[in-house]
């Protein structure tokens, strides 16, 4: 089983920062692609950003040029630096990691619990 623990999360003022990071644990061969997604209320779930093992990274139309995802393989993390953000960032943000648990395993894709991001003055 492979755990997606969280964390960053919390209420800021428009134009302000935040850094989200998430970390997986438990049995992970190899780790494909890892990312953010997010679900406003009302809303459906959409990819904000998602950084492939061996691709080039891609982002949501909407925060190009204000987030940035990084990756760190030797921890099992991934970040997501939120700069300049905007009331419509508000969402609880998922981290997603598509894990091949063994080495004869087929690959999972798996969800951390969710952190809120409120922006508001």
């Known amino acids: 089983q492979v755990q997606l623990v969280e964390s960053g999360g919390g209420l800021v003022q428009p134009g302000g920062s935040l850094r989200l990071s998430c970390g997986a644990s438990?049995?992970?061969?190899?780790?494909?692609?890892m990312g953010w997604h997010r679900q406003a209320p009302g809303k459906q779930r959409e990819l904000v950003a998602a950084?492939?093992?061996?691709?080039?990274?891609n982002y949501a139309d909407s925060v190009k040029g204000r987030f940035t995802i990084s990756r760190d393989n030797a921890k099992n993390t991934v970040y997501l630096q939120m700069n300049s953000l905007k009331p419509e960032d508000t969402a609880v943000y998922y981290c997603?990691?598509?894990?091949?648990?063994?080495?004869?395993?087929?690959?999972?894709?798996?969800w951390g619990q969710g952190t809120q991001v409120t922006v508001s003055s």
């Open positions: 997603h990691a598509y894990v091949r648990p063994t080495f004869t395993s087929p690959s999972y894709n798996y």
């Open positions: 950084f492939p093992s061996g691709g080039s990274t």
């Open positions: 438990g049995s992970i061969f190899r780790i494909h692609t």
